[in-house]
């Protein structure tokens, strides 16, 4: 059996990301064994098309919304987050860690 492309990883872990928890593009790429690679991350969710994909969760790894402020994105994006009980405030996201890796999401924090 064959691993998994570098696209196939990052759509898994985005589609690993909880409901009403976001990560960082950074944070994705590494999540699918592509340390450094947040620019294909950025990429691969900008040509994607499925509807499916809870691609509103994925943010900068400042917490904010990388489209432009007001777009219909960034409107979308902001819309989606809320829905899903996140705080989201002038396009950032505060309140909220990141899960180290998908065991922690998966499991809860080790101890």
Request: proline fraction near 7%.
């Given at each position: 059996?064959?691993?998994?492309?570098a696209e196939t990883r990052?759509?898994?872990?985005?589609?690993?990301?909880?409901?009403?928890?976001?990560?960082?593009?950074?944070?994705?790429?590494?999540?699918?064994?592509?340390?450094?690679?947040?620019?294909?991350?950025?990429?691969?969710?900008?040509?994607?098309?499925?509807?499916?994909?809870?691609?509103?969760?994925?943010?900068?790894?400042?917490?904010?919304?990388?489209?432009?402020?007001?777009?219909?994105?960034?409107?979308?994006?902001?819309?989606?987050?809320?829905?899903?009980?996140?705080?989201?405030?002038?396009?950032?996201?505060?309140?909220?860690?990141?899960?180290?890796?998908l065991d922690e999401v998966?499991?809860?924090?080790?101890?």
């Open positions: 059996m064959s691993e998994p492309n990052i759509l898994h872990a985005i589609r690993a990301i909880p409901r009403g928890q976001v990560a960082g593009y950074g944070e994705v790429a590494r999540r699918a064994g592509l340390p450094g690679r947040a620019r294909l991350v950025a990429r691969i969710l900008g040509q994607n098309e499925d509807p499916d994909l809870p691609w509103h969760r994925v943010l900068r790894s400042d917490g904010r919304i990388a489209f432009p402020e007001g777009s219909r994105g960034w409107r979308e994006q902001s819309q989606r987050l809320r829905a899903e009980g996140v705080r989201v405030e002038k396009g950032r996201v505060r309140g909220l860690k990141a899960a180290r890796d998966l499991w809860g924090p080790s101890r």
